[in-house]
DNA sequence: GTATTATATCATATTCGCATGAGAAACTCA
DNA sequence: TGAGTTTCTCATGCGAATATGATATAATAC
């Protein structure tokens, strides 16, 4: 489903954002609760740290936390960096066989596929993952982005430093 | 989405299939129809025949043809031998923390996700995605396999030796 | 300001998917 | 039977993803 990278990543920013708002997580912490090599752990955080989805703070009590309010937070933001989302323009047959203007009997079905799952992840927010059994629709659009916005930076979040007041829970 | 393997055996079965059904493809044509290179391509080819996917003739005017009607032959059966579809016990937070029967906040959401690509590829047949755009749901459920039965040999088709009737078409 | 705690970064090892090449085996046709 | 065609099989190379280890850098607390 995703590569290993992107899953650990997917899980180590669940875990953050289940635990208290201010008390950051230690990558210690998370990589051992994870089972995943602390090292390998360290990169990815930095590179969520880098893409503005959590924020690292050095020193004693340092450790790693959300950037920003888990509902605005799309699974996509997370993950493309590690995984690359199916891309809309070629499909199953590909090269030269199949573009959009010119398709291939299979694309609308391989497409409606992918797009399904495109959109799983860039309408499915941290806030909804954490909020229990998926009976309730919660997966409403945060926002819509084409391409990853690699240059993110530490988007400063809503209300101030660090401290954004939690929606639903 | 696939890995390369998967997704070149995928394309693979497809061009075969659109072409006469007497009539083999040399792994030469399709290789170089595909843009694949031709030894890696045969050795996928070579798993599809063992997988009873593919028929294999050697000798000339040999090659490969569809093993059973391409109404029968779920996506899932040409994938699975390359890529592993997601499983359905562990979800997102995988490791302990969540199983079936004690699950997650995050697994029905998941689970829903995956669901939904697994059953695109055991229901969608080679028929189906050869029918046209996608606006007839021709996704009638063909076969139900919970776990890729490795050996299963050339199955010998439903209509004596390697001539089935095409339905549709 | 020094010791401690923790992230950031660099260099390197390991594993696996992808790909290449050469030769063996099987089949067809004349 | 022998030449030609095609798949089959084995051995090997290559590169990216994954993982490890050591050191540098930053923040806190005393």
Known sequence: MLNQSADH????????????EDVPCSADLIASTLDVPRNYLGKLLNTLAQTGV?????????????????????????????????????????????????????????????????????????????????????TTVIMHRTRPARDVGATSPTSGQGSYRRTGT
């Open 54 to 138: 959590l924020l690292s703070t050095r020193g004693p009590r340092g450790g790693f936390r959300l950037a920003m309010d888990p509902a605005s937070l799309p699974l996509a933001r997370i993950v493309e960096p590690f995984h690359r989302l199916p891309e809309r323009r070629t499909c199953l047959l590909g090269n030269g066989a199949c573009d959009p203007d010119n398709p291939c009997e299979s694309h609308d079905r391989w497409q409606a596929m992918t797009d399904h799952l495109t959109q799983f992840f860039e309408r499915t927010t941290v806030a909804t993952m954490l909020s229990g059994h998926g009976d309730d629709d919660g």
């Open 9 to 20: 990543a997917l899980r180590a920013v669940l875990f953050v954002a289940r635990q208290a």
